[in-house]
Nanobody
Framework: QVQLVESGGGLVQAGGSLRLSCAASGRTFSNYAMGWFRQAPGKEREFVAAISRSGGITYYPDSVQGRFTISRDNAKNTVYLQMNSLKPEDTAVYYC???????????????WGQGTQVTVSS
């Protein structure tokens, strides 16, 4: 079992930045690919970013490419999401997720955090 706790959400103006953190516990963190997803009210959950177990490979959809950066610190059992040039359409609850083994483009993850709210005002 892996427990994930997100933090760092909040209210920011358009064009601003936020950094989300996700602290993991319970199993060997470096055995898990990590991802970030988001869900806005009335919308489906959306993939935001993923990172390989070593941190050497990252994945982004076009909607955040160049604005968001995922990183991880395996010594601290933490994954981060640096979000720059935020837009009102980035407003959502952001979730951290863990997948045992390598990342898969199927975006099937085994464990999920409770989420943290990000609100971008125009």
């Amino acid at each position: 079992q892996v427990q994930l706790v997100e933090s760092g959400g909040g209210l920011v103006q358009a064009g601003g930045s936020l950094r989300l953190s996700c602290a993991a516990s319970g199993r060997t963190f470096s055995n898990y690919a990590m991802g970030w997803f988001r869900q806005a009210p009335g919308k489906e959950r959306e993939f935001v970013a993923a990172i390989s177990r070593s941190g050497g490979i990252t994945y982004y959809p076009d909607s955040v490419q160049g604005r968001f950066t995922i990183s991880r610190d395996n010594a601290k059992n933490t994954v981060y999401l640096q979000m720059n040039s935020l837009k009102p359409e980035d407003t959502a609850v952001y979730y951290c997720a863990a997948r045992f083994g390598p990342y898969s483009s199927s975006n099937k993850f085994d464990y999920w955090g409770q989420g943290t709210q990000v609100t971008v005002s125009s």
